[in-house]
């Protein structure tokens, strides 16, 4: 009589398999290559394969080749955000609750060790192109001192694409030096990871983290490539035209890899670092507070207000033109258009063809390249992130608490499948039966509220370290425009 298996056991036999089989290659110089693709600022619906009107097939061809990251979280703003990346730990107990502002002495902690120092442990040559926004203040804050062993690009948030200029000062270097250097900052990126392929060390895997600046503000895009998205309105079609660039440059980025014929053995991973910059909707039921208020600025002033630092702040909340339909929210908020991003995972002839529904958090992507890698070992124990490698194998996932630190409206943790946020009230979702989150179930599930809350309460924190806000307003970090002071570069002290 034969035996019947079901098919859970199948699959899991499968994936030990598999599991086994990446054990056998990934040795030394045969260890896979690691390629991460950060957009910034890019809407839940700004890609192809959410339904967009924006074209971005290659973008497209990583999610349906790859694994699709259906419920992929990040923080909703960009140091952050990247504070998780780097260290796998959350960056409330971090100190980095929101974007570390120019005149910050603020930076990632200098104790933290970093993705690329662990896989330089493992032998691995590190690059980063593009943008840092982890601390800039001294030598030792800057990536050339953090692990990769080229960094080029910018080192505060956003930049004018043209002019390379964040807060008056020009920000583009390369390895810690001014580079000035012409050109649309997202056809530089590519040229630069171009130039590092080619000449890398071929005896050593390499890791290279691609942190583009777009489609953050300001909206700047070739001509051409705006004329492609006349029919859209306002801001969003040079939006449009943004992402266009973005998806370009991944497109060119794996024909690189394939060119060289190292894309089969690259692990792939795609992600925003938070959800996108918005336009307020006509609905003023769903306008967020600061959208509100900078409506309010515009009736009485007009554009642009006269004053430097309110003109920063309404350009912020009222010129982005993402779309996180139908999540709602959008970046600074913890509402899951804030949080929740585009992203997938592709590893040819490993993790590729499927939809992974399980929650991934930006947390969980240091142990998960870890264990990609070969190295699972190498995961040290005092992370918040997990790995999700054998979730992706069709193994058991981990669904770890996770703490979103919005400096807008409160913060938030994930106990699966529930989301407790605490700002001017205490809001209850069940996150999967209410993706929306239309139903606040609070008052229907005191225990689970009293749980939650707890939770968050000892997360463990650490004091944000950002400079006040009145700071911010008198010197704001404006994105773009004309040069009033000396390269960032070179206000670094030694």
Known sequence: MATLISSKVIYGVMAVIAACSLSLVTHGADRPNVLILMADDLGWNDVGYHGSEISTPNIDQIAQAGIELD???TQPSCSPTRAALMTGKSPASLGVIRPISKNSNVSLPLEEKLMPEYLADLGYQSFLV???HLGKSTRAELPNARGFEHAYGSLTGGIGYWSKVHGGGYDWHRNGKVLRQEGYATHLLV???????????????NFM??????????NEAPAKTISKYDSLQGNRSIHAAMVDELDQAIGKILRKYRELGILENT??????DNGGLVAPSEDPALQSKMQSNALTLESIFGRPIPVPGLEFLVSAFLDGASDNSPLPGGKTLVREGGVRVPAAIWFAGRLEADRYTAPFTISDVLPTILEGVGAVDSIPNNLRGRSQWQGLLGGLAEAPDYVISGFIDGFSIYHWPWKLINSEKLELFHIINDPLEEHNLAAE??????????????WGYRPDQGIPWLDVIFDPDTFGGEENRAPWVESIKE
């Open 191 to 205: 040229n630069e990871v171009t130039t590092l392929l080619e000449n890398r060390d071929k005896s050593r895997p």
């Open 445 to 458: 599930h005191p225990e689970i509220v009293a749980d939650l809350q707890l939770r968050l309460d000892n």
């Open 71 to 73: 419920r992929f979280y």
């Open 267 to 272: 692990i792939i991973l795609f992600m925003s």
């Open 130 to 132: 593009g943008k840092w």
């Open 209 to 218: 983290y691609v942190a583009f600046q777009a489609p953050h503000l300001p």
